[in-house]
Protein backbone atom coordinates (compact mmCIF):
# COMPACT_ATOMS: atom_id res chain seq x y z
CA UNK A 1 0.00 0.00 0.00
CA UNK A 2 1.38 3.17 -1.39
CA UNK A 3 1.13 6.03 1.34
CA UNK A 4 -1.09 9.52 0.23
CA UNK A 5 1.05 12.43 -1.29
CA UNK A 6 1.02 15.37 1.18
CA UNK A 7 -0.15 18.46 -0.54
CA UNK A 8 -0.73 22.26 0.62
CA UNK A 9 -4.09 23.61 0.36
CA UNK A 10 -3.69 27.69 -0.04
CA UNK A 11 -7.95 28.79 0.59
CA UNK A 12 -9.40 32.33 1.23
CA UNK A 13 -12.14 32.51 2.55
CA UNK A 14 -14.57 35.85 1.45
CA UNK A 15 -17.80 36.64 3.76
CA UNK A 16 -18.50 37.83 7.02
CA UNK A 17 -15.97 35.24 8.84
CA UNK A 18 -13.70 38.10 10.96
CA UNK A 19 -14.69 38.49 14.99
CA UNK A 20 -16.97 34.90 14.59
CA UNK A 21 -14.82 31.82 15.82
CA UNK A 22 -13.69 31.29 12.00
CA UNK A 23 -10.14 30.60 12.51
CA UNK A 24 -10.89 28.83 15.70
CA UNK A 25 -13.17 26.22 13.94
CA UNK A 26 -10.92 25.96 11.58
CA UNK A 27 -8.19 24.94 13.56
CA UNK A 28 -10.52 22.17 15.31
CA UNK A 29 -12.17 20.96 11.78
CA UNK A 30 -8.17 20.90 10.57
CA UNK A 31 -6.82 18.89 13.62
CA UNK A 32 -9.63 16.54 13.56
CA UNK A 33 -8.44 15.93 9.94
CA UNK A 34 -4.90 15.47 10.92
CA UNK A 35 -3.84 18.67 9.05
CA UNK A 36 -1.21 21.16 9.65
CA UNK A 37 -1.06 24.69 8.83
CA UNK A 38 -2.81 27.86 9.66
CA UNK A 39 -5.74 30.14 9.68
CA UNK A 40 -4.93 33.48 9.51
CA UNK A 41 -6.92 37.25 9.12
CA UNK A 42 -6.52 39.45 6.44
CA UNK A 43 -6.91 43.11 6.30
CA UNK A 44 -9.14 43.00 3.77
CA UNK A 45 -11.54 40.84 5.76
CA UNK A 46 -10.89 37.37 4.25
CA UNK A 47 -9.23 34.68 5.98
CA UNK A 48 -6.00 32.67 4.80
CA UNK A 49 -5.85 28.99 5.21
CA UNK A 50 -3.03 26.65 4.69
CA UNK A 51 -3.18 23.74 5.27
CA UNK A 52 -1.06 20.51 4.87
CA UNK A 53 -0.99 16.86 4.49
CA UNK A 54 -3.28 14.12 2.60
CA UNK A 55 -5.03 15.40 -0.76
CA UNK A 56 -8.19 13.83 0.71
CA UNK A 57 -7.74 15.31 4.29
CA UNK A 58 -7.03 18.94 2.47
CA UNK A 59 -10.02 18.31 0.24
CA UNK A 60 -12.45 17.66 3.35
CA UNK A 61 -11.27 20.40 5.01
CA UNK A 62 -12.20 22.23 1.52
CA UNK A 63 -15.44 21.11 1.70
CA UNK A 64 -15.86 22.16 5.09
CA UNK A 65 -14.93 25.43 4.41
CA UNK A 66 -17.61 26.15 2.10
CA UNK A 67 -19.70 24.47 3.99
CA UNK A 68 -23.08 25.09 6.36
CA UNK A 69 -21.78 24.38 9.51
CA UNK A 70 -18.87 27.34 9.66
CA UNK A 71 -19.22 30.55 11.46
CA UNK A 72 -20.17 33.80 10.68
CA UNK A 73 -21.23 33.93 6.46
CA UNK A 74 -18.64 32.56 3.95
CA UNK A 75 -19.78 34.28 0.50
CA UNK A 76 -17.06 32.29 -1.36
CA UNK A 77 -13.78 30.49 -1.17
CA UNK A 78 -11.00 30.59 -3.52
CA UNK A 79 -8.35 27.66 -3.17
CA UNK A 80 -4.83 26.71 -4.73
CA UNK A 81 -2.51 23.36 -4.72
CA UNK A 82 0.97 22.88 -4.42
CA UNK A 83 2.74 19.72 -4.02
CA UNK A 84 6.55 20.99 -3.11
CA UNK A 85 5.78 21.89 0.47
CA UNK A 86 7.66 22.78 3.39
CA UNK A 87 6.51 21.09 6.64
CA UNK A 88 4.61 23.26 9.18
CA UNK A 89 4.11 21.83 12.89
CA UNK A 90 0.74 21.90 14.54
CA UNK A 91 -2.58 24.34 13.23
CA UNK A 92 -2.03 27.78 14.31
CA UNK A 93 -4.40 30.80 14.46
CA UNK A 94 -2.77 33.28 13.34
Known amino acids: MTEEPQVRLTAWVHGYV ?10 SR ?33 ELLGGPATPGQVDKVISDWSENIEPIQGFAER
Open 30 to 62: ALELGLTGYAKNQADGRVLVVAQGPRRACEQLL
Open 18 to 27: QGVGFRWWTR
